[in-house]
């Protein structure tokens, strides 16, 4: 065999060896990387509905914002005797928060104060719609599971009574979470606290501010008529606003579970 030849064969030996190495260390490095993905995926399914889907759905599964509606310079509706609708919807919320509290959920609220909102929000707008426009950030910033807007209703017909939650015409999500709110009234408040299974709380579809310019699953709950004798002196009472804001906690939990 003449040298350069042998060397050639040599080299050629060398080679396949070194690519054999390759080839193990390779399927090493793919069987780990194989092993690390499997056990991903499994610990994405285990621990689906937890933490992992929430980092996937970018939503906060414990946190509600609640707005009260109104506030400050703009009381909302009103009566003769001086009642707002702002210092209503923000007892109620306060309720709320409570009781959300004590069931675990983390409670973001609009405001806590009787102010309005409209020095938060910087677009150029009148100052009804710079408030809730405010409102609407602070409810698309903090990624609730859902968000509740609390008021009072008003009519003509002083006939016109009884709590109205409302929902965006075009959202499922939010039309369940209404039935669930009004299912839970009709149990807690007018069943159980005022002893009428005759009223009912009504879900209705509507094109609000809050409900359209969001991008979460909220309704709007009016509470009661400030124009109805009955609803009236209700929506003032202490034990109401209680039953009321269980029975809203009370459908959010139904409708989250
Ligand atoms: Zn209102």
């Known amino acids: 065999m003449k040298k350069g030849l042998y060397y ?6 060398k080679m ?3 690519i054999n190495i390759f080839v193990i260390k390779l399927n090493k490095k793919i069987l780990i990387l194989l092993a690390f993905i499997i056990l991903l995926i499994l610990m994405v399914y285990f621990l689906k509905g937890s933490m992992v889907s929430d980092i996937f759905s970018h939503k906060s599964p414990n946190k509600i914002v609640i ?6 310079i703009d009381g909302g509706t009103g009566d003769k005797d001086g009642l707002l609708e702002k210092d209503i919807n923000l007892d109620v919320s306060l309720k709320l928060k409570k009781v959300l509290e004590k069931e675990g959920f983390k409670v973001v609220m609009t405001r806590e104060k009787d102010v309005s909102l409209e020095e938060h929000s910087d677009i150029k707008a009148s100052r009804y719609i710079k ?8 409810i698309n910033e903090n990624d609730p ?3 509740v807007s609390v008021h009072v209703n008003s009519s003509k017909k002083s006939t016109a009574r009884g709590v109205k939650v409302y929902y965006y015409p075009t959202s499922t999500e939010g039309k369940m979470l209404a039935q669930s709110i009004c299912q839970s009234v009709d149990i807690n ?3 159980d606290f005022l002893k009428d299974n005759s009223m009912k709380a009504e879900a209705i579809p509507e094109d609000y501010f809050v409900l359209r310019e969001t991008k979460y699953t909220g309704v709007l709950v009016e509470v009661g008529f400030i124009t109805n004798i009955e609803d009236n002196k209700l929506i003032k009472n202490n034990r109401y606003q209680q039953k009321i804001a269980l029975a809203i906690k ?8």
Do not use: M, S
Request: aromatic letters at 10%; zero cysteines; a neutral charge.
């Open 8 to 13: 050639f064969k040599n080299v050629g030996e």
């Open 16 to 18: 396949r060896k070194g």
């Open 67 to 72: 707005d009260p509606g109104h506030g400050g």
């Open 131 to 138: 408030d809730l426009n405010a409102r609407k950030t602070i």
């Open 145 to 147: 599971i859902v968000f």
């Open 189 to 191: 408040v007018y069943q």
């Open 250 to 257: 009370e459908g959010i939990k139904e409708y989250i579970e």
